[in-house]
Structures are given as structure tokens and as C-alpha cells.
């Protein structure tokens, strides 16, 4: 679970508009919020030829410093130890849990993803010991992979069409407890592959995969949004396709 690390994130994209098939309400407690302000500079302009089932586009060319702005919840989950409970995989689970993060795409927003973004807390302590800086690698390649991912994702939803969400699909089955030791972890954590997106925009159904979710305290955490390993580092869609495409497939940690 460790490629090359990424550049900075890239720009945000334009507006569209949007028409969503529920509402999502977030409830944030009026104490105990902090705002925690990352700065990082976006690197030279870089293409490349996407490989099969892979959408890549052009890196932003440089520009003035981004900064992303992430709100902190009141009580960091990853302060609190993991448990061995399995987080729910049903489709209707998945889409209650993920539902933020369609939001967050439709927008390019990069505030507030600590609601489904892998806690930092968390992954220092899964990776301490096995990495040199494992708050250095979530900073520079995590969340630096998941803001580059993000505005591809987000280009993909924008135009004049008019954007539904119709579901969300995962693998059934395929989540699997992985033990501490495999992939450079410390600590065991449920891990679920290749949850699928499936949208309408216009009158064309379409969809993309969200490569990896791993589990805290029993609940499901985006850690990678677009593949993971791949060969260049810019930002990318996983498993684009036309129609509600399908789940997984299983397997990574």
C-alpha cells in the first residue's frame, strides 16, 4: 500500500449543475472543531498515455500555493483503538456511508473529507514502525494522491448535463480482515475493493470505481480514490465505464 509519491493536488475544476437524488444532511457539533490548514505546491505539467480501464488527464501546470482546508471532528476516531468490527458492505450501506464523498466530487470539494478520509491519527499508528515518516507519506502521498484524484473525478461529473445519483454497488463478499504484518501494517483493519459509483448524466448511465476502503472501529474509510499502485503519478479515475460497470474485483490490502 505505499507507490511513489505524488505532487501537490491540482486545481479545482468549473461549476455544473447538479441535481441529486437525495439530500444529505451533516450534523457538525458547534464545539470542539478545529481547522487544520495543509500547504502544498503543485509540481511541472506532466501527460501521459493512460493504460486500459484507466481515465488520466494533464497535471495543472504550476501555479501559487493550494491550500486545503480539513476540518478536524470534535473527537478524532483514529485517537481511539481499532476493533475487529466489520463495517457494513450492502449496497444501501455503502451508499449511506459514501454518500458525502459524491458530494464532495460534484463540487471538487477538499474541506471536511475527515468524515470519510482514512484518519491521519490512525494511519500514523498503523504505519509507525514500518515506514520512516508515516505522517510525512500520508500528508505528501495520500492526501496529495486523493486531492489530484479528486479533480479528475470531479471533471468527469461536470459539464451542462444534468448529474443523478442511481446507486452504489460493492463486491459482496470481498471484504477481508487483513492481519498486522501484511502490507506494512501494524494493525489489522477490513479492507474493501472497487466500490462502484453508478450515476446518470443527461439521459447516459455511467460509472467509476473508488479502488480502496479500509475500516476503523467499524467503519468504512476512503484511502485510495483512484488506483493504487499506478505507473505515473497524476491524477486518475479507476474503472471508468459506460453503465453500471462491475464491482471489485477483489483482492489488495
Known amino acids: 500500500m505505499t507507490p511513489r509519491r505524488p505532487p501537490a493536488h491540482g486545481k479545482r475544476q468549473g461549476g455544473h449543475r447538479v441535481l441529486l437524488a437525495s439530500a444529505v444532511m451533516v450534523v457538525v457539533a458547534a ?27 494533464t497535471r495543472p501546470p504550476t501555479t501559487p500555493t493550494h491550500v486545503v482546508t480539513k476540518v478536524v471532528p470534535a473527537v478524532d476516531p483514529g485517537t481511539l483503538p481499532q476493533t475487529m468490527v466489520e463495517p457494513p458492505s450492502t449496497d444501501a450501506g455503502l451508499a449511506v456511508r459514501l454518500a458525502p464523498l459524491f458530494g464532495a466530487m460534484l463540487h471538487n470539494a477538499t474541506t471536511g473529507s475527515s ?26 502521498r495520500l492526501l496529495a494522491f486523493y ?41 489489522g483493519y477490513w479492507h474493501l475493493p472497487g466500490v462502484r459509483f453508478v450515476y446518470r448524466q443527461g439521459s447516459v448511465t455511467k460509472s467509476f470505481a473508488i479502488a ?13 480514490l483512484g488506483p493504487n499502485p499506478r505507473p505515473v503519478n497524476v491524477g486518475t479515475i479507476d474503472q471508468p465505464a459506460i453503465g453500471p460497470g462491475t464491482p471489485g474485483p477483489p483482492g489488495g490490502c
Open 31 to 57: 464545539l470542539g472543531i478545529g481547522v487544520v490548514v495543509l500547504v502544498e505546491r503543485p509540481s511541472a505539467p506532466a501527460t501521459t498515455n493512460a493504460p486500459s480501464g484507466h481515465r488520466e488527464v
Open 115 to 140: 468524515g470519510y478520509f482514512f484518519p491521519e491519527t490512525a494511519y500514523v499508528a498503523m504505519k509507525t514502525g514500518e515506514l520512516p515518516d508515516p505522517a510525512l507519506d500520508y500528508r505528501d
Open 147 to 187: 486531492g489530484l484524484d479528486l479533480a479528475v473525478y470531479h471533471q468527469a461529473l461536470s459539464g451542462k448535463a444534468v448529474v443523478h445519483m442511481v446507486a452504489v454497488h460493492g463486491p459482496q463478499g470481498a471484504a477481508r480482515w487483513i492481519y498486522p504484518g501484511e502490507c506494512e501494517n501494524r494493525i
Open 212 to 224: 480502496s476502503l479500509i475500516s476503523w472501529r467499524g467503519a468504512w474509510y476512503v484511502v485510495h
